[in-house]
C-alpha cells in the first residue's frame, strides 16, 4: 500500500512539474511578445503569432455602449518594426493560464507606456496553440481604459 501511495504521489508531482514548464514556456513566448515590442523588432514580433492569428480590442464608446473592434495582426507587425519615437512598453502581470493540451488561454492585465509615460491599461486576454516550434499566440483580444487600472 505504502508503494501504490508513493508511486501515485510521485505521478501527481511529475504532472504538476509538466504543468509548470507549459506554462513557463507559454509565458516565455508572451514575454519575446512584449521585448519584440520595447525593440521594434517585428520579425521577433511575428516569430511569436502562428499563421492566421487573429486580433480584437472590446471598446468602450463614448455613448456607454460596447463593440467589438477587429485588428489587422500585418498593421500591428508593421506599426512595431516602423521606426518610431519612444518604446512601446506594456507591462503585464500574468494572471490565469489554463492549459488543455495543445491549447492554453492567458488572462494578463496590463499598464501601457510610451516611454516612461502612462498612457492607457487594460486585460489582455491570449490564445496559445503548441506547435512544433513551441507555443504560438493565435488570438489577443484586449480592454483599453484611462483610470481603473489594476496594481
Request: hydrophobic content about 40%.
Amino acid at each position: 500500500m505504502k508503494k501504490l501511495i508513493a508511486a501515485a504521489l510521485i505521478l501527481i508531482s511529475l504532472k504538476s512539474f509538466a504543468q509548470q514548464t507549459e506554462q513557463d514556456a507559454i509565458k516565455q513566448t508572451i514575454n519575446t511578445m512584449f521585448t519584440a515590442m520595447r525593440k521594434g523588432d517585428s520579425t521577433m514580433l511575428r516569430s511569436t503569432f502562428a499563421k492566421g492569428i487573429a486580433f480584437h480590442s472590446v471598446a468602450n464608446k463614448k455613448d456607454g455602449s460596447t463593440e467589438l473592434e477587429i485588428e489587422n495582426p500585418d498593421d500591428f507587425v508593421k506599426m512595431v518594426g516602423t521606426p518610431h519615437k519612444g518604446v512601446y512598453d506594456e507591462r503585464i502581470t500574468f494572471g490565469d493560464i489554463k492549459i488543455d493540451g495543445p491549447l492554453a488561454s492567458v488572462w494578463a492585465p496590463y499598464k501601457f507606456y510610451l516611454d516612461d509615460k502612462y498612457s492607457h491599461c487594460g486585460v489582455d486576454v491570449f490564445q496559445l496553440m503548441k506547435t512544433k516550434d513551441g507555443w504560438k499566440i493565435i488570438y489577443i483580444v484586449d480592454t483599453r481604459r484611462k483610470d481603473n487600472c489594476p496594481e
